[in-house]
């Protein structure tokens, strides 16, 4: 019974500190009844598993205030948005975003060298600018601006394809970027990034 | 008189219509410039503003033209390196050089602001008078004290404060490979001669500039 007391008290103290979550939270299963149990994703739902913490604000509150449109996030992520409050929100995103995440690997290998080039370099005379501009060298992301390195190829993939047919257009620059790429650039730039290793030390 | 008038009126509309067609085909002409000025706002900002993505893209908008040519040149020519920006200066021809700088200098939309708060009257200090017993002069005697810059030296006003400390933490390895020649080699002992406090204080006032 002591023992059971000092439990609750430690329990107590470390959420009231640090407010951290727990992967058997109701919040958190919320979550990754979709995500997935480890948040690497699952089918049509993309990894959480080390994404950007300020990038799971963001985009929550996009959801939220139906922002971000393509038809998955309205069909499914409008509602589980619609109701969360503002600790809950930053508590989830601060809880995957400290999960370390793996990388799909699912896509096309043969593929993989050519986007590794739009990646790294664009294509300057094809206008198509290069993705680690704003994502970083090994597509970690920073701050509000998503980790690619790792998400499946399926969902990066249908995002690309999302935003070049005019969904999401809130997402700037996306729209401008994936219509700029064409369906074989779009397939290769999906393979490479589902490679790319999830884990770096830059936050 | 009614013929002489239906006439008139013939004439005009096809002069009309073939000055709308010319008209069409030099915009397809420019269409190169358009979607090329597109593409560099891709990751400059919707209206050149700048853009703090991994790395801080410039403001470009009320640029010097001539400081944007010069430095398009100057990626080409490795008398300033960045590897990203060595790409994209080679996907655009000479000839659009000119148009591409003019579109630029011509957009005026506010500051992106957002800079952490410290001690601009600090950079307002070393912006006017320079900080003399460092060695640094005033960055007015140059960029003009509007920040507005002039011919090949830029303007500083409005620009993204990360870009702003970013650019002047790494000049000497960045800019003025040339030598001497290169314009950029000036501000080599002024930079060094800076902390990075006062960097972030200049970077802080001249980011708020209009």
Same mark, same amino acid.
């Given at each position: ?53 300020? %990038? ?22 409008? $509602? ?46 094809? $206008? ?24 499946? !190829? ?50 | ?8 009126? @013939? ?27 597109? !593409? ?26 001539? %400081? ?62 320079? @900080? ?30 990360? !870009? ?40 802080? !006032? ?5």
């Amino acid at each position: 019974m002591k023992n059971f007391r000092t439990k609750m008290a430690v329990l107590a103290i470390s959420f009231a500190t640090t407010g951290a979550l727990q992967a058997d939270d109701l919040s958190v299963r919320n979550c990754t009844w979709c995500h997935g149990t480890s948040a690497q994703g699952y089918y049509e739902a993309p990894r959480l598993a080390g994404q950007r913490e300020d %990038y799971l604000i963001n985009q929550l509150h996009a959801f939220a205030a139906h922002e971000r449109d393509e038809f998955l996030s309205t069909k499914y992520m409008w $509602n589980a948005a619609a109701h969360l409050d503002s600790l809950t929100l930053r508590n989830l995103a601060a809880y995957f975003s400290a999960l370390p995440p793996e990388s799909a690997k699912d896509g096309d290998s043969a593929l993989a060298a050519e986007g590794k080039i739009i990646f790294e370099d664009g294509v300057p005379n094809e $206008n198509i600018a290069a993705c680690q501009a704003c994502h970083g060298p090994e597509a970690q992301g920073v701050r509000e601006i998503p980790r690619l390195g790792g998400l499946s !190829y399926s969902y990066l993939k249908r995002r690309l394809e999302e935003w070049s047919q005019g969904q999401d257009a809130w997402g700037i620059p996306m729209p401008k970027v994936a219509r700029s790429l064409s369906p074989n650039q779009i397939a290769a730039v999906a393979s490479y990034l589902s490679f790319v290793g999830g884990e770096s030390s830059e936050k | 008189m009614k013929a002489v008038r239906l006439r008139v009126a @013939l004439t005009a509309a096809l002069a009309f219509f073939l000055a709308a067609t010319a008209g069409h085909q030099a915009q397809a002409g420019a269409g190169g410039i358009e979607a090329k000025f597109e !593409y560099c706002t891709t990751c400059h900002g919707p209206s050149a503003q700048g853009f703090r993505g991994f790395y801080a893209m410039p403001r470009l908008a009320g640029q010097q033209p001539q %400081y944007i040519e010069n430095q398009l040149h100057a990626f080409l020519e490795r008398r300033r390196l960045n590897p990203v920006m060595a790409n994209v200066a080679h996907g655009i021809t000479p000839d659009m050089i000119p148009a591409l700088a003019a579109h630029m200098s011509a957009l005026n939309p506010p500051p992106v602001g957002g800079a952490p708060a410290g001690d601009a009257a600090l950079g307002k200090e070393i912006f006017t008078n320079g @900080l003399p017993d460092q060695n640094v002069p005033a960055c007015s005697a140059c960029h003009g004290p509007d920040a507005r810059g002039q011919r090949e030296i830029p303007r500083l006003a409005g620009q993204l404060y990360w !870009y702003m400390v970013s650019t002047l933490s790494i000049w000497s390895s960045e800019r003025g490979q040339g030598g001497r020649q290169d314009i950029s080699w000036i501000m080599r002992p002024t930079v060094a001669n800076l902390t990075p406090k006062e960097v972030q204080a200049l970077a802080e !006032y001249v980011s708020a500039l209009r």
